[in-house]
């Protein structure tokens, strides 16, 4: 499965952006899908995770500004991003397990995609 993120940029804080993951399968009814986020000198960390049913997951550090959904077209992941803090500031993944459950733990995900740059600064 090859996964392509796009949507990340540079906005100020309280901003919003919304990334994509576009896959090179149909994901909905066989993958667990996760974004997750990382920057330089620290480990990767989950931000948000959805099953192949819709049940989503949270990190707490986004629980109620980042929303995790699908898209209309079988093999797309969104994760929308609002109130954006400076913290949020990382290069983002999109990434899938073929399966069960994936949670927010890295090391569960079979498949990766390249990252798009988040910057949050005023």
């Known amino acids: 499965v090859l996964l392509v993120e796009s949507g990340g940029g540079s906005v100020q804080p309280g901003g919003s952006l919304r990334l994509s993951c576009t896959a090179s399968t149909y994901t909905y009814s066989n993958y667990y899908m996760g974004w997750f986020r990382q920057v330089p000198g620290k480990e990767r960390e989950g931000v948000a995770a959805i099953d192949s049913i819709g049940t989503t997951t949270y990190a707490d550090s986004v629980k109620g500004r980042f929303t995790i959904s699908k898209g209309n077209a079988k093999n797309t992941l969104y994760l929308q991003m609002n109130s954006l803090k400076p913290e949020d500031t990382a290069m983002y993944y999109c990434?899938?397990?073929?399966?069960?459950?994936?949670?927010?733990?890295?090391?569960?995900?079979?498949?990766w995609g390249q990252g798009t740059q988040v910057t949050v600064s005023s």
């Open positions: 990434a899938a397990k073929y399966g069960a459950y994936g949670g927010l733990l890295p090391w569960n995900y079979d498949y």
